[in-house]
């Protein structure tokens, strides 16, 4: 799946850096309602139209109190659901065609919700949560890296298909294929090379082996009511 | 192949998890090698590196293009490891950030592409890597990162009650294999292209081995035993789940349905005890017992391949 | 901050992996309160003797830093006592925000978050940028990176500040900015740098690399005019 990297990223980065109530929440409060709603979103079986409804508009509330565009969310939300189709049409070739829908409408919802969590959770300030929370250290840094070079280097392949295909005069398979090859190289060894410098501004600041501990909110009394409350719902939903 | 949240069942998305997160945590203080955590910078900007990787074209047919994967040519020139450590980011910021992926099912994806599918990749290289069929075992390791995934995610979504007929899954077995050759290509092309400008890249698959004299072998064995297994066991789910009653009449024919109903009947009299004859329960078993074989091809590889702290050069 | 003696290099020698002799006998010398530009074509050396200065590079001859030489021991105290900014912001700024970049000095040198984000907050006050603490470094201008890459160096307090290369990327009104703000800092400074102009707005003497060595001393004018380096 080809993506527009650097534009995505960019618009769910900034939606994350906004200022609402719900931005403001511990993101573990955050992160354990998401996982509430996900798991009563899963092991729904029965009446799931109007469950999936309720979880729907519930979804949508906590767009418009993050004051984050609706519209785009959901637009944003779809971009499963190509994949998805194609295993809906497995099903529905499999004679299971009603399960098509509900498990359809159980992704988009899953994706849905994870989006509201990240549209207002900086994806550091996460990672930060998770490493509180005891997740591995050095999996977290490298995640963290990983992010903050994905604003760069996905643009740097970009410029590089532009000048090719500047250059190229719609050339056979071989030699694209070789092409594309050698860009890759190039690619890997200025990313190589870019993180050789990184380690070199590292340790011209003193790195002496470990960082330092990430940066995250701390969890109040308001992070707790929180999560309790927002968990609650997609459960009281299911009652209906 | 990145399964979205919905489409697993809640035993098989859960067990995964559960898997996932301990292999997760002791892949991650391998790659580590102790205390030294300078190597993060470097796998996170190769992690940047396979998303933007993904932007370049690879023609392979009229009006069709492929992109690199990337598992295989990671653990070529990270190390298996460092490589897992890797696509588990990957895995990670693709779930979260661009909604591929679910994030129950992350577990799953992990255990699928950054655990079976980074060690099914290293495998041919580990093994031939270092002699003259080096291409070869390079292709070979991009064909099994892909396939090996692919499979399991298949075996996966069987096992949580997605039916498939054998149509469905040949054109799928097709479509895999297809995908998986075209990595493997995909990845020996670049390879030998970065080493014409780098040419250590890919280490040497014994280095990471040889800090003591070469004993007797036994590091690609238990290895190979685990996926082998695994991929028995996946063939296994998913020939299961075009045979719905299969694994049902299987059970009553050897009579094994009749005595553990016998079991269950006693204690657990007043529980739902029957599910062996459902088409659920098959295939849960079936995919339960693929589960544990994954956790244990992982433990597995785990020691055999990470076991050996490596002194590197390190800068200063 | 201490008086500190200078920078002393007496025959350095330096070869990559590969063979290439990059520095082939290199004597120099820093005084206290001496800005000094390192002009000379690509390739001559300026790169690799920077990283010799905070012991990046190990090669061969006598450097003292201080009256340190530059091995395991001292590599703390010399890597705070000279700070180098990179000719690449963006491998030099790898934090989520401004502010956690450069607070990652402090932090390394042992300092509790609160106290490390204050000295942090000082040096983004001291080049110009405190109001960007909480930005994403991919969100700043080419300009207000290399100044949030000083102040990463800055929250350190050097008595050296060494800067590769620093106008990359800039533009003229970018270089000007910058060429007041280093005027401005109290640190002896070792600029390389391609921009003559830049050279004399900042420092008050000149050596030429090449190939290797340094090949001659004095005002930055004089040299450039010698080697024909200006751009008119």
Same mark, same amino acid.
């Given at each position: ?240 | ?316 | ?53 905070? #012991?990046? @590079? =190990?090669?061969?001859?006598? +450097? ?11 590599? $703390? *105290? ?73 102040? #990463?160096? @800055? =929250?350190?307090?050097?008595? +050296? ?11 003229? $009104? *970018? ?58």
């Amino acid at each position: 799946m080809q993506r527009a990297v650097p534009r995505s990223l960019a618009s769910l980065d900034s939606w994350s850096r906004g200022s609402s109530a719900l931005h403001r929440f511990d993101p573990r409060a955050k992160l354990i309602a998401l996982l509430a709603l996900l798991v009563a979103v899963a092991t729904a079986n029965r009446s799931i139209p109007r469950f999936a409804l309720a979880v729907l508009l519930f979804l949508v509330a906590g767009f418009l109190w993050a004051r984050l565009p609706v519209a785009g969310a959901l637009a944003r939300a779809a971009v499963i659901l190509p994949f998805v189709a194609v295993l809906a049409a497995v099903l529905w070739i499999g004679g299971q065609g009603e399960r098509a829908w509900a498990l359809a409408a159980k992704s988009y919802l899953s994706a849905l919700a994870a989006l509201l969590a990240m549209a207002t959770t900086p994806l550091p300030r996460l990672l930060g949560g998770f490493e509180k929370l005891g997740a591995p250290r050095f999996l977290l840094e490298v995640a963290q890296f990983l992010y903050r070079y994905l604003f760069l280097l996905p643009e740097e392949a970009q410029r590089m298909r532009q000048a090719a295909a500047a250059r190229s005069m719609r050339p056979g398979i071989r030699e694209g294929f070789r092409a594309a090859a050698g860009a890759l190289a190039v690619l890997f060894a200025r990313s190589y090379a870019r993180a050789g410098a990184i380690h070199h501004a590292m340790l011209a600041r003193g790195f002496n082996g470990r960082f330092p501990e990430m940066q995250t909110a701390h969890f109040r009394k308001a992070d707790a009511v929180f999560a309790v409350v927002a968990s609650a719902v997609p459960w009281g939903l299911r009652l209906l | 192949m990145h399964i979205p949240d919905g489409f697993l069942s809640t035993p098989v998305w859960a067990a995964l998890d559960i898997a996932a997160a301990p292999s997760v945590a002791y892949i991650a203080r391998r790659a580590q090698r102790g205390f030294e955590e300078s190597r993060a910078p470097l796998l996170g900007v190769l992690g940047a590196f396979v998303f933007a990787a993904q932007i370049i074209n690879f023609p392979v047919g009229p009006g069709t293009t492929a992109h690199l994967v990337g598992g295989a040519l990671l653990s070529f020139t990270l190390g298996p490891a460092a490589a897992s450590v890797a696509m588990t980011a990957i895995l990670a910021i693709q779930a979260l950030v661009f909604q591929d992926g679910g994030v129950l099912a992350l577990g799953t994806n992990i255990v699928n592409m950054a655990l079976v599918g980074v060690a099914a990749g290293y495998l041919p290289y580990a093994l031939w890597g270092g002699g003259p069929r080096r291409r070869l075992a390079m292709f070979a390791g991009g064909v099994l990162s892909v396939l090996s995934s692919a499979l399991l995610a298949l075996s996966e979504l069987a096992a949580s009650g997605v039916k498939m007929s054998g149509g469905v899954l040949a054109t799928a077995m097709a479509l895999f294999f297809v995908s998986a050759i075209l990595e493997g290509a995909i990845t020996v092309a670049v390879i030998e292209a970065i080493e014409r400008i780098q040419p250590r890249a890919a280490r040497h698959p014994a280095s990471p081995m040889h800090l003591e004299k070469p004993r007797f072998q036994r590091s690609p064995l238990p290895a190979m035993i685990g996926l082998a297994a695994l991929l028995l066991s996946t063939v296994g789910v998913l020939l299961a789940s075009t045979q719905p009653d299969g694994i049902q009449r299987l059970g009553e024919r050897t009579g094994i349905a009749a005595r553990v109903r016998m079991l269950l009947h006693t204690p657990l009299s007043n529980y739902h005890a029957s599910f062996l004859q459902s088409d659920v329960g098959g295939k849960v078993l079936a995919g339960l017992a693929g589960i544990a074989l994954v956790y244990a091809a992982c433990v597995l590889v785990g020691r055999a391949f990470f076991r050996r702290a490596v002194v590197r050069n390190r800068s200063i | 901050m201490t008086a500190c003696p200078l920078i002393q290099v007496r025959g350095l020698h330096y070869s990559y992996e590969d063979g290439t002799a990059a520095l082939q006998g290199v004597d120099f010398r820093l005084d206290p309160g001496e800005s000094v530009a390192l002009l000379g074509p690509n390739g001559s050396g300026k790169t690799t003797f920077i990283l010799h200065l905070n #012991g990046l @590079l =190990a090669g061969k001859g006598a +450097i003292e830093i201080c009256g340190m030489k530059p091995d395991k021991a001292n590599l $703390p *105290a010399i890597r705070r006592k000279v700070g180098v900014i990179f000719q690449d912001s963006d491998s030099q700024l790898f934090m989520p925000t401004v502010l956690e970049d450069v607070s990652f000095g402090p932090r390394n040198l042992g300092l509790e978050p609160k106290a490390a984000a204050g000295r942090a907050l000082a040096a983004l006050e001291a080049v110009g940028i405190a109001e960007l603490r909480n930005r994403a470094p991919y969100h700043l201008s080419a300009g207000e990176k290399k100044r949030a890459a000083i102040a #990463g160096v @800055l =929250a350190m307090e050097p008595e +050296i500040l060494v800067l590769d290369e620093p106008t990359t990327f800039l533009d003229p $009104p *970018a270089q000007r900015s910058l060429a007041a703000l280093l005027s401005r800092l109290p640190q002896s400074k070792l600029v390389v740098t391609h921009t003559v102009a830049f050279a004399e707005a900042v420092c008050t003497r000149a050596v030429f690399f090449e190939r290797g060595r340094i090949v001659a001393e004095g005002g930055v004018t004089e040299i450039a005019a010698r080697f024909g380096w200006a751009f008119e």
